[in-house]
């Protein structure tokens, strides 16, 4: 049987620049539920073509026994599992359709412009008569299809809920400089002082999870309704817990809220000090995973699902040129600095990527704490002074003594954590200078604290260091120097 017989009929190769075979094409033999060829190995192609024909549509095709099977979407592939969408059972293509763009005639079959919207490879868990069910691996479309038969060449195709995800690093910035050029390709965001969580929400509920990947739920219930408030059953947000005074970020304000692990201390405490969910991307929305989405468009959707109100907010992304506007309005407003974000990057998690960049107005740096100097005067019985490291090829290598920007209740906390840590002899695997180390008590290296400074010393020295606040949601073993 000739199965492009109906294709070629009712289209003229002299009239179009479609493709069409002169031969019947091959039939694959050895179907698979695994969706590969078992004479070739290869996976099965599938494409999706926008086509601006007397009516928009789109065709969604399948590899199949040497054809695509083709059905037309006047609405397109649903984006949300519980709505299904019209799906057209039309005449098989050749396979060299996979790749056609470009115009079809006025006045012949189909006529209009065609461009691939999507493209890739399917796996087929069930194919009969009335149901043909795939996985999809595209650039756009990803997870679980069905496609079944109402009646006639009518079908409807349902896109299945992909589970979240199961433990996820975010993605990081890399600490860089502004591009000297093509600033258009960029976007910048203001760098938040908070603590990154992630936002897991399914059918209403939501789950914060640490940077560390610690569930932070219970410590922040201002933000939970959250859950409720995105008008979708799923979805995994991408932001940063942020406490604010005066309209500004305020990381030691925020300090009291990090270490809470009861409900009823949190609940007070977030009477006290409230917290805003700072909301800058969306990796997975309905069961349809974005990370491989460019930046910019993961953006667009963001901004329509994120309700104004409540313990959150999407902050504003600028365009690239806007740049030097943006980082003087961060300085004008004590903040961090910028981040610039490349408009067609995709989200990598757990990667430090150059086409994510932070500049930082003031350079900050995690440090971990190896020791401290017992303080003098008003200070007596307290810290005077942190002795703080990086790692550096395994090993911990001192960087300076921190003496200034505690508060006297931070000073008190510290010397509370730090007097369970106690050790006998340093935790550093490099020279202390004399003056810092002889009066100094040693502890386990299991603090993290942040630090603003000048600049860095050609010995690897910190100019100037200031207190920011304790970082427990940080690893020890992963603080390295930011250059």
């Not at 799906?87 to 079809?104: K, M, R, S, W």
């Not at 695997?429 to 810092?436: Q, T």
Request: proline letters at 8%.
């Amino acid at each position: 049987m000739d199965r492009l017989a109906e294709y070629r009929g009712k289209r003229d190769s002299s009239r179009t620049p479609e493709p069409v075979p002169a031969v019947p094409p091959a039939a694959a033999s050895g179907e698979t539920g695994s969706g590969r060829d078992l004479n070739t190995g290869a996976r099965r192609i599938f494409v999706v073509q926008e086509h601006h024909a007397r009516r928009l549509h789109w065709d969604f095709r399948l590899e199949r026994d040497g054809v695509l099977v083709s059905w037309a979407l006047p609405k397109g592939v649903p984006d949300d599992p519980a709505v299904n969408h019209l799906a057209v059972h039309t005449e098989d293509h050749p396979l060299e359709y996979a790749g056609f763009h470009g115009e079809i005639p006025r006045g012949e079959y189909g006529g209009g412009a065609v461009t691939i919207w999507d493209h890739g490879t399917y796996d087929v868990l069930k194919w009969d008569e009335r149901e043909v069910k795939v996985n999809l691996h595209g650039e756009r479309l990803a997870g679980g299809y069905v496609l079944f038969a109402t009646g006639g060449k009518n079908w409807m195709i349902h896109r299945e809920r992909l589970p979240l995800p199961g433990p996820l690093t975010p993605m990081l910035a890399a600490p860089g400089e502004p591009p000297v050029r093509d600033l258009a390709a960029w976007a910048v965001e203001f760098k938040w002082d908070g603590v990154r969580a992630l936002a897991f929400i399914e059918a209403g509920r939501l789950r914060l999870v640490s940077r560390t990947g610690k569930d932070i739920t219970a410590t922040y219930p201002e933000v939970t309704s959250l859950g409720h408030a995105v008008a979708h059953k799923q979805a995994l947000l991408d932001g940063e817990i942020v406490a604010f005074s005066g309209g500004r970020p305020d990381f030691e304000a925020l300090q009291p809220r990090m270490h809470v692990s009861s409900p009823a201390q949190a609940l007070r405490l977030a009477e006290l000090t409230p917290v805003t969910y700072l909301v800058f991307d969306v990796l997975q929305l309905d069961g349809r995973p974005l990370t491989a989405l460019p930046y910019a468009e993961r953006r667009k959707i963001l901004e329509t699902i994120i309700p104004k109100g409540g313990g959150w907010l999407s902050p504003p992304a600028f365009p690239g040129e806007d740049l030097e506007a943006v980082r003087i309005a961060s300085v004008a407003n004590g903040l961090e600095g910028v981040v610039i974000k490349r408009l067609d990057s995709v989200y990598e998690p757990g990667a430090r990527s150059g086409s994510w960049r932070k500049i930082k107005n003031l350079r900050r740096q995690e440090v971990v704490v190896a020791g401290w100097k017992p303080g003098k005067g008003n200070r007596t019985g307290l810290i005077g002074s942190l002795l703080v490291g990086v790692y550096s090829g395994g090993q911990l290598l001192y960087c300076g003594h921190v003496g200034t920007g505690f508060s006297d209740s931070v000073l008190r906390m510290l010397t509370r954590r730090l007097a369970a840590l106690r050790r006998a002899d340093t935790p550093f695997d490099g020279p202390v200078p004399p003056e810092h180390a002889r009066p100094a008590v040693w502890v386990e290296p299991r603090l993290v604290v942040e630090v603003t400074f000048d600049r860095w010393t050609k010995a690897g020295r910190m100019i100037a260091p200031a207190y920011q606040g304790l970082r427990d949601d940080k690893d020890p073993a992963a603080v390295v120097r930011e250059t």
